[in-house]
């Protein structure tokens, strides 16, 4: 099993140009990044790829001990990169994928011209004065409302092969992929990202980020994105007027331009 | 005139244009619509009700996902938002809404997108279901469940020991004797079946006895009967009536527990210092001698029926088991097989347990035996094995 089908990489755009990666993050797939990468087709290779247990990778690689803690994923981030071998590559991560990618750059950062980070947080939970919105408790509740939803997903969400008639770009596929995880591969993952501590990590960077912060985001608050912007060196930061925590679903126009103005030579 | 030819109007006299204002406010779920965004531009009395709010604290300061508890907010932004982004629409989430006291609501939330028309510009619809009985019930049926697997638990802990218990006490050697036993019952999920195996000393001290049966049947039913008849052939043997006696008891034995008649076994019982046997088959399978040389010979004689109602007079007959000899009692499981006949099988067993590696000891030709001649097994049997060694000189 190679990495392409282990991680479902699929590759589209520019072949020869700069790729892009982009990973998803915690709770669905590299559907995620639908209505993003395509506005890079035209100047990048972009390359999207699923976590493994996520979306259609393959669930036989799914090893509880490799993707105990984020190192695990950032290593399957790096196998991609390598596998593309195709020069430094832009990584654009959103919510805990960002802290993948800012581990996997701290390991290899030869593998990575600039990362761009979406709604990420080094620290979810709330810890002698540091403010990253959750508790312990919290976390506990996610894992609950993800088992009370279980069989809701499975038998609501996968027969059901629904048009878009809204958004026919979308196609009819999604909705038997989309969000659909073995409730013991979602539950740990939730705990891996949500209990993680990459606050360590960020002075170690070296690669050049973009910090992409929505103004109103329930997730990764606007303290979270400054706290990463301030301990990243050489970061930017862009705020967008935006809700929620999936610009990329909610304001796709406004992310896929502010990626491009920090790409732009 | 039908009710069913009379105007929906005439039916319910007040239903006009004017209460679906009312149908609204009042349905017997909550509605409320947010914008895209989430903030909430309408709630109906239904809702407002259920979580105690006023409509000025709730319309317009609130998201949707404002009302959920922590863990409830992050499944929202990370599974119902996208959801919600990409297929307009999300059905039956299993959510708490807080209410202004604080407790939890338990509610079934779907959600649909509208899109934006030249009227009324894009937002979301959302009905909320009162979820606590059916949460109640849940509750029930998990804690149910819990009870079911603990009691569940029990049972097979008993059953095993239970089990065990039916086998146990044989011995495994003694003076100028070793004894190794093999057993495969036909279900993965007991430990045993309605065959048995069991090796013990008459009160002479110097004779050593052995038995291998079969009962009809399988499973639990079969084994409990076999348990019996072991334990009756143990106490009747040990006395040193010998091989017709011990029988001819078990047919009286029988007579009042149906479970073990029509069982087979052989028997057979060894003056360890001579080697001289007494043995007795009751319509089972002839026990196997295998000399120093690695000659093999059935012992066919002292055949009688299976135990049974009919009490009548049983052979016994006599043998030699030599020194360095050995002697293998089975159950049909180990050879028999639908497509051959019995000849071939008893042919097949004398050739492995006589074509050994040279100085191949007891357990090795235990295992052997079980691994060659289960290789081909075409239906799931009890198996059951017993091999007596007499040592050299």
Same mark, same amino acid.
């Given at each position: 099993m190679g990495v392409a089908e282990r991680n479902n990489v699929i590759t589209r755009g520019r072949s020869g140009a700069q790729p892009m990666v982009f990973a998803h993050g915690f709770g669905c797939d590299q559907s995620m990044w639908r209505l993003v990468a395509p506005a890079f087709e035209a100047t990048h290779l972009t390359v999207t790829y699923d976590h493994v247990g996520f979306g259609d990778s393959d669930l036989s690689a799914y090893d509880p001990v490799r993707y105990g803690s984020l190192q695990g994923y950032a290593d399957d981030l790096i196998e991609v990169c390598e596998s593309l071998d195709a020069g430094p590559v832009v990584f654009v991560g959103h919510s805990v994928a960002a802290m993948i990618g800012v581990r996997a750059a701290i390991a290899r950062p030869e593998l990575f011209d600039r990362l761009v980070l979406v709604g990420p947080s080094p620290r979810y939970i709330d810890e002698d004065g540091y403010v990253?919105?959750?508790s312990a408790a919290d976390i506990d509740g996610l894992l609950e409302s993800l088992d009370r939803n279980y069989l809701g997903w499975s038998s609501a969400m996968a027969p059901v092969i629904m048009g878009n008639p809204d958004r026919p770009e979308l196609g009819e596929e999604l909705t038997n992929s989309f969000c659909r995880t073995d409730p013991r591969i979602a539950s740990q993952f939730a705990r891996v990202t949500f209990l993680s501590d990459s606050r360590a990590d960020l002075a170690k960077l070296r690669v050049p980020a973009l910090v992409l912060q929505c103004s +109103? +985001?329930?997730?990764?608050p606007l303290a979270v994105g400054r706290y990463t912007h301030e301990h990243l060196a050489g970061s930017e930061l862009v705020v967008l007027e935006a809700t929620g925590h999936c610009p990329n679903l909610s304001a796709p126009e406004a992310t896929t331009a502010a990626i491009a103005s920090y790409l732009a030579p | 005139m039908t009710e069913a030819e009379r105007p929906p109007q005439e039916l319910l006299? /007040?239903? /006009?244009?004017?209460s679906v204002e009312d149908l609204y406010d009042r349905a017997p779920c909550g509605y409320l619509v947010s914008l895209p965004n989430g903030t909430i531009v309408r709630a109906n009395r239904t809702f407002l009700d259920w979580v105690g709010l006023d409509a000025d604290a709730l319309v317009g300061p609130t998201r949707f996902v404002d009302l959920l508890g922590g863990g409830g907010r992050i499944f929202h932004e990370t599974h119902v938002a996208p959801l919600l982004a990409l297929q307009g629409t999300v059905r039956e989430l299993d959510l708490d809404i807080v209410r202004a006291d604080g407790t939890a609501f338990p509610a079934l939330v779907s959600i649909v997108r509208m899109e934006g028309t030249d009227e009324v510009a894009a937002h979301h619809r959302i009905t909320v279901f009162d979820a606590s009985q059916r949460h109640q019930y849940e509750a029930e049926l998990r804690r149910a469940r819990a009870t079911a697997e603990a009691s569940e638990e029990q049972v097979r802990a008993v059953a095993t020991t239970l089990q065990r218990s039916l086998l146990? =006490? =044989?011995? #495994?050697? =003694?003076a100028g004797f070793h004894i190794e036993t093999r057993y495969r019952p036909a279900y993965d999920t007991l430990e045993i079946g309605g065959d048995w195996h069991d090796a013990f000393f008459l009160k002479d001290r110097t004779t050593v006895a052995v038995s291998v049966g079969d009962v009809v049947g399988r499973g639990i039913a079969a084994a409990c009967a076999m348990g019996q008849l072991r334990a009756a052939l143990r106490a009747i043997a040990t006395s040193g009536v010998g091989p017709a006696r011990v029988l001819e008891h078990l047919d009286d034995f029988v007579e009042r527990l149906p479970d073990a008649q029509m069982a087979t076994i052989a028997y057979a019982q060894i003056d #360890? *210092? #001579?080697g001289a046997v007494r043995y007795a088959c009751a319509g089972h399978l002839p026990p196997l001698l295998v000399d120093a040389e690695g000659v093999a010979t059935y012992l066919w004689e002292g055949r009688s029926r299976p135990i049974g109602l009919v009490p009548e007079a049983r052979p016994e007959a006599t043998a030699t088991l030599v020194a360095s000899g050995r002697m293998v009692l089975y159950t049909d499981g180990l050879i028999e097989r639908r497509v051959r006949n019995i000849d071939d099988s008893l042919d097949r067993l004398a050739r492995s347990a006589a074509t050994?590696? *040279? =100085?191949? /000891?007891l357990p090795a030709l235990g295992d052997r035996l079980m691994a060659e001649l289960l290789a081909d097994e075409d239906h799931r049997d009890d198996v059951c094995l017993l091999a007596i060694e007499r040592e050299a000189g």
């Open positions: 990253g919105g959750f +109103d +985001d329930a997730i990764a | 006299p /007040g239903l /006009g244009p004017e146990s =006490g =044989g011995i #495994t050697s =003694g #360890t *210092a #001579t050994g590696p *040279a =100085g191949e /000891g």
